[in-house]
């Protein structure tokens, strides 16, 4: 879960999966904050009408208002472990495998070692952090 899930997971284009999308965006309030008129009608207009999306002018329209939703709903902590995380992590292994860890290379896919770094990062006062 180090990256966003868009980046990871195509964009579903089955209905039920967008009615999915669209309650849990709903019950975390972003649904309404995160897009325009213009944006729901077009998914709530997809979903009553078509039970999987064939078209791609319309897959790539549902496609940029669902990336845009699952973008917002990422928590703080997954978003910085993909921006922030990474970075520090491969910066420590190189460091560690410059002093002679062998077994420092693995620490790059570690993802409770990223997950560490991040949250530490986060807690850092700002005018100790890079």
């Known amino acids: 879960m180090t990256e966003s899930l ?23 309030g972003i649904w309404f904050k995160v897009l325009t008129r213009a944006e729901r009608a077009q998914m709530d207009l997809t979903m009553r009408i078509v039970r999987r999306i064939r078209s791609s002018i319309l897959a790539k329209v549902v496609t940029s208002i669902v990336k845009k939703l699952l973008d917002a709903m990422e928590s703080k902590v997954a978003r910085l472990m993909r921006e922030v995380g990474h970075a520090l992590v491969r910066k420590l292994s190189r460091i560690a495998q410059n002093w002679g860890n062998k077994s420092a290379h693995q620490w790059a896919t570690d993802p409770g070692f990223i997950q560490y770094l991040t949250i530490n990062y986060i807690n850092t006062p700002t005018s100790f952090q890079m």
């Open 6 to 28: 868009f980046t990871q997971t195509r964009v579903p284009l089955e209905k039920y999966r967008l009615t999915k999308i669209k309650t849990k965006a709903m019950r975390r």
